[in-house]
């Protein structure tokens, strides 16, 4: 008989239950205490990096994509925005409403999101594995997944998806494992809904409904399986009614040419790059498989197309690949056919959806959901066999996570780097308005020029949110705004208007556009040039 676990009679007591959820069983080693503890750890930190910016420490600005979404959920109805999934947009705007436009409350559900990940993933890998080993590396992949942390603070679904993604496989592992019917209405559920908050849960159902029903056939739970083709038909239905009012009227040849060319996450013939479609497939998947360890982007982001990324970057990409592959031979030597249909039907699927030119294909920032399913097929490598069987619990998540993320972190994500980045538009527009008061005559509003990358945070910062809420008339007055593609262009055409002794500002943004500032122009002088962050330049020119 176990004896109920007790604290020293000198320390407040607590009930017997949460100790044993710290402790573990009362016959666990220490070892596996140690390891229980640090899986406990792991997630305590993972959730506070998924804080820092907005809980924790000071706030992260909105970055142009961010702010151009923030924007257009200001100024244009929800009905036009439905590109992204409908509920996400809904509830960003309810938040809105209650609590202002804030960084935070753009963020709030993709915040969730990220927390909603880091806890699901123990419960998941619980679920899928048996050996400590595969359940170590696959919370301590999802934890401390750079894409993961930094899509958790950006204004975007993706953190959402990739919870929906873990719920469902949950939800589905749960019902597979007990057999009972609430477990599968819950399952159901979520299916159906799931799509309005992560467009992409459509890869998932093939897999999901094939790995139901037969569950149910082969029970020969006749209620179940009608339930199972019910709830198949009705979200049929709903993605039918979807693809009419949103998505058929997308523009389907010109996205995939645009995504295609600068993102390379479609097959593009004439690009050069490969000689066939199953080349570039198989280059795109390798990316795909490699995705648990993201971490290596702290090598590839010094490259340059004369100097490589550093060896070790291309040892970790096909360290990954080769441990996916492993797991693959596992699932597969162990027909988990009900595994094997969560997990490789949505691989499958968007492959399909690539090929018609429907969803990117790749290690891209749209499929951050993969990483529900590739982590744990790689996982799947380190499940009982005759060489894992031995390996320490604490080694592949060491060497493959822990180890790359310590020795490569050098700021622990205090900024945004990862398919996302970090502006400094508030700093920015600050020291544009302190410097534009020097020799202001107050006349009139001066020339402000912004590229495509600073026009929309200086319209969110100075139109929406808070900060600048009873200054807004006076930076009208102060400023006339003109949008363009380049800083150096718009300036130049500014000039030919321009009065003697009259003032241009202008914000650029990225070391191009740097470059590009980098001219005389006659008749002008530059009296202020400012970079601030690293990101923006702050010019003054006038003319003499």
Same mark, same amino acid.
């Given at each position: 008989?176990?004896?109920?676990?007790?604290?020293?009679?000198?320390?407040?007591?607590?009930?017997?239950?949460?100790?044993?959820?710290?402790?573990?069983?009362?016959?666990?080693?220490?070892?596996?205490?140690?390891?229980?503890?640090?899986?406990?750890?792991?997630?305590?930190?993972?959730?506070?990096?998924?804080?820092?910016?907005?809980?924790?420490?000071?706030?992260?600005?909105?970055?142009?994509?961010?702010?151009?979404?923030?924007?257009?959920?200001?100024?244009?109805?929800?009905?036009?925005?439905?590109?992204?999934?409908?509920?996400?947009?809904?509830?960003?705007?309810?938040?809105?409403?209650?609590?202002?436009?804030?960084?935070?409350?753009?963020?709030?559900?993709?915040?969730?999101?990220?927390?909603?990940?880091?806890?699901?993933?123990?419960?998941?890998?619980? @679920?899928?594995?048996?050996?400590?080993?595969?359940?170590?590396?696959?919370?301590?992949?999802?934890?401390?997944?750079?894409?993961?942390?930094?899509?958790?603070?950006?204004?975007?679904?993706?953190?959402?998806?990739?919870?929906?993604?873990?719920?469902?496989?949950?939800?589905?592992?749960?019902?597979?494992?007990?057999?009972?019917?609430?477990?599968?209405?819950?399952?159901?559920?979520?299916?159906?809904?799931?799509?309005?908050?992560?467009?992409?849960?459509?890869?998932?159902?093939?897999?999901?409904?094939?790995?139901?029903?037969?569950?149910?056939?082969?029970?020969?739970?006749?209620?179940?399986?009608?339930?199972?083709?019910?709830?198949?038909?009705?979200?049929?239905?709903?993605?039918?009614?979807?693809?009419?009012?949103?998505?058929?009227?997308?523009?389907?040849?010109?996205?995939?040419?645009?995504?295609?060319?600068?993102?390379?996450?479609?097959?593009?013939?004439?690009?050069?790059?490969?000689?066939?479609?199953?080349?570039?497939?198989?280059?795109?998947?390798?990316?795909?498989?490699?995705?648990?360890?993201?971490?290596?982007?702290?090598?590839?982001?010094?490259?340059?197309?004369?100097?490589?990324?550093?060896?070790?970057?291309?040892?970790?990409?096909?360290?990954?690949?080769?441990?996916?592959?492993?797991?693959?031979?596992?699932?597969?030597? @162990?027909?988990?056919?009900?595994?094997?249909?969560?997990?490789?039907?949505?691989?499958?699927?968007?492959?399909?959806?690539?090929?018609?030119?429907?969803?990117?294909?790749?290690?891209?920032?749209?499929?951050?959901?993969?990483?529900?399913?590739?982590?744990?097929?790689?996982?799947?490598?380190?499940?009982?066999?005759?060489?894992?069987?031995?390996?320490?619990?604490?080694?592949?998540?060491?060497?493959?996570?822990?180890?790359?993320?310590?020795?490569?972190?050098?700021?622990?994500?205090?900024?945004?780097?990862?398919?996302?980045?970090?502006?400094?538009?508030?700093?920015?527009?600050?020291?544009?308005?302190?410097?534009?008061?020097?020799?202001?005559?107050?006349?009139?509003?001066?020339?402000?020029?912004?590229?495509?990358?600073?026009?929309?945070?200086?319209?969110?910062?100075?139109?929406?949110?808070?900060?600048?809420?009873?200054?807004?008339?006076?930076?009208?007055?102060?400023?006339?705004?003109?949008?363009?593609?380049?800083?150096?262009?718009?300036?130049?055409?500014?000039?030919?208007?321009?009065?003697?002794?009259?003032?241009?500002?202008?914000?650029?943004?990225?070391?191009?556009?740097?470059?590009?500032?980098?001219?005389?122009?006659?008749?002008?002088?530059?009296?202020?040039?400012? @970079?601030?962050?690293?990101?923006?330049?702050?010019?003054?020119?006038?003319?003499?």
């Amino acid at each position: 008989m176990q004896t109920a676990r007790k604290l020293p009679q000198f320390l407040p007591q607590v009930p017997s239950r949460w100790l044993s959820f710290v402790y573990g069983p009362a016959e666990a080693s220490l070892a596996e205490r140690l390891l229980r503890w640090l899986t406990g750890a792991l997630i305590l930190f993972g959730i506070w990096l998924r804080c820092r910016g907005l809980w924790v420490g000071t706030t992260l600005p909105l970055w142009n994509d961010e702010a151009q979404w923030a924007v257009m959920l200001e100024t244009e109805p929800l009905t036009q925005l439905f590109i992204r999934p409908i509920a996400f947009m809904a509830l960003t705007k309810a938040i809105l409403a209650v609590f202002g436009a804030t960084e935070l409350s753009y963020r709030f559900l993709p915040w969730l999101g990220g927390i909603a990940t880091t806890l699901l993933a123990p419960a998941v890998a619980s @679920r899928l594995f048996t050996s400590k080993a595969a359940r170590f590396l696959m919370v301590a992949v999802i934890a401390l997944h750079p894409s993961a942390i930094d899509l958790a603070r950006d204004f975007k679904p993706y953190s959402v998806s990739l919870a929906v993604h873990l719920g469902m496989l949950l939800l589905a592992l749960d019902y597979l494992k007990s057999r009972a019917p609430a477990k599968l209405y819950l399952t159901l559920g979520l299916g159906m809904v799931g799509v309005l908050f992560a467009q992409d849960i459509i890869f998932v159902y093939p897999g999901l409904f094939l790995a139901l029903g037969f569950a149910a056939y082969r029970d020969r739970k006749r209620t179940l399986l009608f339930s199972i083709v019910a709830s198949a038909a009705a979200t049929i239905g709903i993605l039918l009614g979807l693809y009419f009012a949103i998505w058929k009227n997308l523009d389907r040849e010109g996205e995939r040419n645009y995504w295609g060319a600068r993102y390379d996450v479609f097959y593009m013939a004439d690009s050069g790059r490969d000689s066939s479609y199953l080349g570039w497939l198989g280059r795109q998947y390798s990316e795909v498989a490699a995705m648990p360890g993201t971490r290596r982007e702290h090598y590839e982001a010094a490259a340059t197309p004369d100097t490589p990324p550093p060896l070790i970057a291309q040892v970790d990409k096909w360290l990954w690949f080769a441990v996916h592959v492993a797991g693959v031979a596992v699932l597969l030597r @162990r027909r988990r056919l009900h595994e094997c249909l969560l997990l490789f039907g949505p691989l499958l699927v968007l492959t399909f959806f690539n090929a018609v030119g429907r969803w990117p294909f790749g290690a891209f920032r749209t499929n951050l959901f993969l990483l529900a399913y590739v982590t744990p097929i790689a996982a799947f490598a380190f499940e009982p066999n005759g060489v894992s069987r031995r390996l320490p619990s604490l080694l592949p998540g060491l060497a493959l996570v822990l180890l790359p993320f310590f020795a490569l972190n050098k700021h622990f994500h205090t900024y945004k780097h990862s398919c996302s980045a970090t502006s400094y538009y508030p700093d920015t527009i600050a020291r544009l308005l302190n410097l534009q008061l020097k020799d202001y005559d107050g006349g009139g509003p001066e020339l402000l020029v912004l590229d495509t990358r600073t026009c929309a945070g200086w319209r969110y910062y100075t139109r929406y949110h808070p900060m600048y809420e009873g200054r807004r008339s006076e930076i009208d007055g102060r400023f006339q705004v003109k949008c363009g593609k380049s800083t150096r262009r718009m300036l130049l055409k500014a000039r030919a208007s321009a009065a003697r002794g009259e003032r241009i500002w202008g914000i650029a943004t990225g070391e191009r556009q740097r470059e590009e500032l980098d001219w005389r122009m006659p008749g002008y002088r530059v009296f202020s040039e400012t @970079r601030i962050g690293g990101e923006h330049i702050l010019i003054g020119i006038e003319k003499t």
